[in-house]
């Protein structure tokens, strides 16, 4: 069975910085993307980043890019976000997912964990 399970969330100030964390667990993702995405209050999911799980290619949203980087250790199977210079709107459910190289919609999902950035 697929986990992905995210942590690292909490409160933090507007300027700050914060580390997601997100362990992989029951297959193997050598074929796969994993990515972040959030959702703030009241509006759609919207994409953070990807990045291959071997190699290739980090892709950012316009919003992320610049202030959060993406990087993910294999012999941990963990996926990390890390975001500096953090807004208020960034206050968001952060999650991470996982999909086939060779598709287009992500196939698995974790439950999520919660970012606030006070102003």
């Known amino acids: 069975q697929v986990r992905l399970v995210e942590s690292g969330g909490g409160l933090v100030q507007a300027g700050g910085s914060l580390s997601l964390s997100c362990a992989a667990s029951?297959?193997?993702?050598?074929?796969?993307?994993l990515g972040w995405f959030r959702r703030a209050p009241g509006k759609e999911r919207e994409f953070v980043g990807a990045i291959a799980w071997i190699e290739g290619p980090t892709y950012y949203s316009e919003s992320a890019e610049g202030r959060f980087t993406i990087s993910r250790d294999i012999a941990k199977n963990t996926l990390y976000l890390r975001m500096i210079n953090l807004k208020p709107e960034d206050t968001a459910v952060y999650f991470c997912?996982?999909?086939?190289?060779?598709?287009?919609?992500?196939?698995?999902w974790g439950q999520g964990t919660q970012v606030t950035v006070s102003s």
């Open positions: 029951g297959r193997t993702f050598s074929d796969y993307a």
């Open positions: 997912a996982a999909r086939r190289l060779d598709a287009v919609e992500y196939e698995y």
